[in-house]
T-cell receptor, first 112, second 115 residues
């Protein structure tokens, strides 16, 4: 069956450290993968998109990698801050029809 | 732009009642999506429209659910009759393929509670 898996356990890290979140998928060959942030009581907010021919993408303190062989994307937040605490969702478009399938999300807590 | 607008923000109703959720997408966006989010099932796509035409409704759980998009600036998701298992947060999102992006812009959601 087709699956998108993210760490179900919350990730707790110390302020200033690098947070690394994982997104694994099976039985898909997506043209791109997206990462969203969701705060409690709010809708998801788009962060980054990485295409299948891109190995790495950066935006300020955020970095995303995409390994189509391993079927895995890693999402890094460097110099993490308490304000980065949120749930992070990965999403992919299996057929390229702008129809996203979301992972369950990983909750990140950055402690001062 | 005000972003995607949804109403109401909260809805509490009794089982069997009709519920109508409303969405105004970002002006100029040609795609509109309806999602449902629960703790158990996460964020699930229910239906999406392109240029006001329903493209894929395979995520709509039952015939009790229906969605319409009468024009480019308005969409509704209706549940009739509602059941307690429909309790969830319903999100509307929009995007613009014409602008070359694939990112979706989500509204604040409607928290539905069916008693």
């Amino acid at each position: 069956s087709q699956k998108i898996e993210q760490n179900s356990e919350a990730l707790n890290i110390q302020e200033g450290k690098t947070a690394t979140l994982t997104c694994n998928y099976t039985n898909y060959s997506p043209a791109y993968l997206q990462w969203y942030r969701q705060d409690p009581g709010r809708g998801p907010v788009f962060l980054l998109l990485i295409r299948e021919n891109e190995k790495e993408k950066r935006k300020e303190r955020l970095k995303v990698t995409f390994d189509t062989t391993l079927k895995q994307s890693l999402f890094h937040i460097t110099a993490s801050q308490p304000a980065d605490s949120a749930t992070y969702l990965c999403a992919l478009d299996p057929g390229g029809y702008n129809k996203l399938i979301f992972g369950a999300g990983t909750r990140l807590a950055v402690h001062p | 732009d005000a972003g995607v607008i949804q109403s109401p923000r909260h809805e509490v109703t009794e089982m069997g009642q009709e519920v109508t959720l409303r969405c105004k997408p970002i002006s100029g966006h040609d795609y509109l999506f309806w999602y449902r989010q629960t703790m158990m099932r996460g964020l699930e796509l229910l239906i999406y429209f392109n240029n006001n035409v329903p493209i894929d409704d395979s995520g709509m759980p039952e015939d009790r659910f229906s969605a319409k998009m009468p024009n480019a600036s308005f969409s509704t998701l209706k549940i009739q009759p509602s059941e307690p298992r429909d309790s969830a947060v319903y999100f509307c999102a929009s995007s613009s393929r014409l602008a070359g992006g694939n990112e979706q812009f989500f509204g604040p959601g409607t928290r539905l509670t069916v008693l």
